[in-house]
């Protein structure tokens, strides 16, 4: 039996148009050659997000053989390279930029260089929380004795006014 010819919308090029998709089938037939494949839904994880993690423990890595092996190599490199400049303190705003500069460097994957991005933008939003936080204390710290004396001065206040009440009540009664 020979198949049964492609509708007109779809003339066996893989494409169909929106009044093709939308028409009701008009076989049984579940195994239709001439439909494209299903797509993947929108919410299908991605390939990089099942990848397993690496063998190596933080100390396997730290003990692999390389010409960094600690800060001040570390800091030497960078400044040989010229991704930090030699004197510039390595604050966490200059390690997020340098992080950020490494991944322009070639050879770097695509998946390394997400990677990459990534830890700088967390560095970057880790550094501005606890600077909130450490300012937010500071302030709390510098305001708080005033706000004591502010409590103090409403409850004297109060009282006088009180007392001023009731011994101009007790006047007008006399």
Do not use: W
């Amino acid at each position: 039996m020979a198949p049964a010819p492609a509708p007109a919308g779809n003339r066996g090029n893989g494409s169909r148009n929106l009044r093709d998709m939308m028409a009701p089938s008009t076989t049984n037939n579940t195994s239709e050659t001439s439909r494209p494949p299903t797509p993947a839904p929108a919410t299908a994880i991605p390939t990089q997000s099942r990848r397993t993690p690496p063998k190596l423990t933080t100390p396997e890595i730290i003990a692999l053989n390389n010409e960094v092996i600690n800060a001040t190599t570390g800091k030497a490199y960078l400044e040989r390279i010229a991704l930090a400049i030699s004197g510039k303190p390595y604050t966490i705003d200059a390690i997020s930029e340098i992080l950020l500069h490494t991944t322009q460097l070639t050879g770097i994957s695509l998946p390394a260089q997400t990677a990459i991005r990534a830890v700088a933008f967390v560095l970057k939003e880790v550094v501005t929380d606890e600077t909130t936080e450490i300012i937010a204390r500071h302030v709390t710290a510098a305001i708080s004795p005033h706000i004591a004396k502010l409590q103090d001065t409403e409850e004297k206040l109060t009282k006088l006014s009180t007392d001023i009440n009731a011994t101009s009540a007790s006047q007008t009664c006399n």
